[in-house]
């Protein structure tokens, strides 16, 4: 049974024409073209086809698709490197050739003893000038007749990565050793541009002054540092100043350092007085919430609200305290300054935007309080206020 198969692109035409078993085409539209008789390439702008036999077809199969594969990736081919040893025409060579004579144009060449034409007396090759898309048009041709399961199944185009000595580009030693000259070269200018630049002076932040901070009358401003400063080194504190500092403070913690025992002066107790006044009910009025569980998870909950809000790069220098009452919902409800530098740097925490105005619907309500600081390292602890401070760990303030 002759069948016959056609493969149409706009720009070449591949038609063949073989014997195929109906009864082996398995139930399929199409019979099963199993032997290639003969074959016609009609390309655009040709006044003739390349015709030819199954032998023909093979080579021009391989010899397209490697030189499709050299077009695509700037690499010659083996099959390319062994037909220019071997020769054309000579053993080992390929019958079809296909060279590139100019950016968009691709001479496909032919030996005569593998060409039918109609008149076999010129026994010179044939010629075939393509342009670039008439050449994929051909390689399209092609892969639709690979990828035809009724057309020849037994033949196929074994594909395979070319190995590293073929894909190395080479280049000359000049073009791989100037980049590596002038890399270095520009390290070395670089160098030697920043070993003339001044190495920069670096300064201590001035110390802000206390704005709160009164002086005795009658006094010398030496003789009355400012609320929460430490004495001078060749001065000692009188021991009626050590004890009435220690009366006054309303952290009494044997475990919290020095700063932290710090109690406030008359500017924050004046400062509470008039700014807090509804803190200062808040913390002294409402019920006290003191079962365990209760304040662990207070306790957790407020740690992670402040954690997370406390985004401010700290620019104190001593640890600030406050007294904090949290009602059973988590939320803020009032705070007192517990030291003069929680004053002065209030705005740097951020429980002025977390702080929640009580009303009449949570008056009631009993209250955990706690004892939050925070340290000029980044470090925020809260511990119960009145209990044994636990410390929870802290990671380490972004940048």
Known sequence: MTIQRQYSLPNCTLVLQGVGDPAASGGMAHSLLSMVTGFQCYLAGQEKPLSGGRDLLNQLITTVSDYAQTYLSGIPHRSKLASNAAGVGQRGGSSVQIAQVSPTLHRLLVQPQEVHVDSPVNPTAAQFDLTTTQFFDLVEAIDQMLADGQTLPDLTLNLSPLPKRQAAVQK???????????????????????FFVPIPEVRRPEPVPNATSQTQPGASPAASPSPGSSPAPNESPSPEATNSSTESSPIASPVESPAANASPGAATESANAATNPAAAAILTNRPEITEPIELERL?????????????????????????????????????????????????????VDLRYPPNEANSQEPLAQFRVVFQPDGVLEVSPWNGQAEVLPSPSPSP
């Open 172 to 194: 000359p030693a000049t073009q791989q050793t100037v980049p590596a000259l002038l890399g270095v070269a520009g390290l070395a200018a670089a160098a030697a541009a920043l």
């Open 299 to 351: 306790q957790v909950a407020l740690y992670e609200r402040l954690d997370r809000a406390w985004r401010t790069e700290p620019t104190f220098k001593e640890a600030l305290i406050y007294r904090v009452g949290v009602a059973p919902s988590g939320e803020v409800l009032g705070f007192r300054f517990a030291n003069d530098p929680a004053l002065n740097f209030v705005n740097e925490t951020p429980l």
